[in-house]
T-cell receptor, first 116, second 112 residues
Framework: GAGVSQSPSNKVTEKGKDVELRCDPISGHTALYWYRQSLGQGLEFLIYFQGNSAPDKSGLPSDRFSAERTGGSVSTLTIQRTQQEDSAVYLC??????????????FGEGSRLTVL | QKEVEQNSGPLSVPEGAIASLNCTYSDRGSQSFFWYRQYSGKSPELIMFIYSNGDKEDGRFTAQLNKASQYVSLLIRDSQPSDSATYLCAVKGVGGGNKLTFGTGTQLKVEL
């Protein structure tokens, strides 16, 4: 597609349920990032995938959060046993990283998660 | 100390004035620096990037980097109401690798 596609755009769930958020990056982009943005806050780094390297999971807030990237393309962020504090906009971004380029991040429109 | 720090604002400037947005970072090994603009309810979009000390100009925008002081800024000349948004400073290379670490953003309001 032309841009980073995320689904669902909105998700309302009950506390304790599991949710899956999907990200389809720009074709050919080697890097994929997940960030979380709470209301009025900055972007909180969650996880970063680059090619076939081991992902940087240093931002995942707890073991309830996990992510995978299949075939170097689509990524799924899974939140198990959701809590109210998980409510936020989850942003996915992709970039093409190679020697010398800036690795500009292109963001999707985000998935707004509300945990009741 | 936060890895990337910004004043949350709001910063209010009159139309036509220069808006100055500042950012400091903690990791001296940081490699590249980015300014993103985020309109309310929208996703961030890249305004400028800089990785060498000094100034970099692009239209009404100038990014300034001082690695010795661990300081990066964004100047917006002839500010317009359409510039009203939150400006996010982002730093690549904090702690090594290609992870991009964002500040909390500065809200800019350009008043008529």
């Amino acid at each position: 597609g032309a841009g980073v596609s995320q689904s669902p755009s909105n998700k309302v769930t009950e506390k304790g349920k599991d949710v899956e958020l999907r990200c389809d990056p720009i074709s050919g982009h080697t890097a994929l990032y997940w960030y979380r943005q709470s209301l009025g806050q900055g972007l909180e780094f969650l996880i970063y995938f680059q090619g076939n390297s081991a992902p940087d999971k240093s931002g995942l807030p707890s073991d309830r959060f996990s992510a995978e990237r299949t075939g170097g393309s689509v990524s799924t962020l899974t939140i198990q046993r959701t809590q109210q504090e998980d409510s936020a906009v989850y942003l996915c971004a992709s970039s093409f990283i190679s020697g010398g380029n800036t690795g500009e991040l292109f963001f999707g429109e985000g998935s707004r998660l509300t945990v009741l | 100390q936060k890895e990337v720090e910004q004043n949350s604002g709001p910063l209010s400037v009159p139309e036509g004035a220069i808006a100055s947005l500042n950012c400091t970072y903690s990791d001296r090994g940081s490699q590249s620096f980015f300014w993103y603009r985020q309109y309310s309810g929208k996703s961030p979009e890249l305004i400028m990037f800089i990785y060498s000390n000094g100034d970099k100009e692009d239209g009404r925008f100038t990014a300034q980097l001082n690695k010795a002081s661990q300081y990066v800024s964004l100047l917006i000349r002839d500010s317009q109401p359409s510039d009203s948004a939150t400006y996010l400073c982002a730093v690549k290379g904090v702690g090594g690798g290609n992870k991009l670490t964002f500040g909390t953003g500065t809200q800019l309001k350009v008043e008529l």
